[in-house]
Each structure stands twice: as C-alpha cells, then as structure tokens.
Nanobody
Framework: QVQLVESGGGLVQPGGSLRLSCAAS????????MSWYRQAPGKERELVAR????????NYADSVMGRFIISRNNVQNTVHLQMNSLKPEDTAVYLC??????????WGQGTQVTVSS
C-alpha cells in the first residue's frame, strides 16, 4: 500500500526557515522522481520543486528559486524541502508525490505551513 507522509510544517515568522520531510513507502522509491507541491486556500495546487530519481536533475518554481532546496535519501525513502527566507505567500499545505510531470501516487495529508508575524 502506497503511503506518503509529510511532516515538518508549522507557524513561522517571515524570513524564517522550515524543513519539510516526506516519508514514502509501498513503491520502489529510487525508481521515481519526487516532487513537492503546495495548495493555498482558494488556489490551485502548484508544483514547487522536483528532483529526479537519482537526484541529479532538480527544478524549482520561479516563486521559490533561490530560497527552497529539495533533496532526497534513497536509502531512507525520504524527500525533503528546506525552505528559507519564508514569505507570507508561502503559506499553504505542502504535499509530496512521485513523478516528474504528474503526480502518480495517492495523495497524503500534507503538512501545513503558515508564515505570519
């Protein structure tokens, strides 16, 4: 059974940092690119960052370029998102999924990130 469990969200002041984690199980993690998405209230789900199966190719949305860093551990079956210089507009539920061009697994619950003073 496929499971994607996100953690690490919380309330942080503008300019602060958070590190999100996604633990994956139920599929061969090292065979898949992994992506982080986010969804803010009233907005469509947005692709934030993605990393290829071996970690060589990485893409970021323009809105997070230079502030967020995606990484993965193919031994522990985890993918992380280091978020720095957070802005109020980064407030959203953050979710991970497998796949480069589209999400290919059932969605997890996500983790809430709130950036506010």
């Amino acid at each position: 059974q496929v499971q994607l469990v996100e953690s690490g969200g919380g309330l942080v002041q503008p300019g602060g940092s958070l590190r999100l984690s996604c633990a994956a199980s139920g599929f061969i993690f090292s065979n898949y690119a992994m992506s982080w998405y986010r969804q803010a209230p009233g907005k469509e789900r947005e692709l934030v960052a993605r990393i290829s199966s071996g970690g060589i190719n990485i893409n970021y949305a323009d809105s997070v370029m230079g502030r967020f860093i995606i990484s993965r551990n193919n031994v522990q079956n985890t993918v992380h998102l280091q978020m720095n210089s957070l802005k109020p507009e980064d407030t959203a539920v953050y979710l991970c999924n497998a796949g480069w061009t589209r999400a290919s697994m059932p969605w997890g619950q996500g983790t809430q990130v709130t950036v506010s003073s």
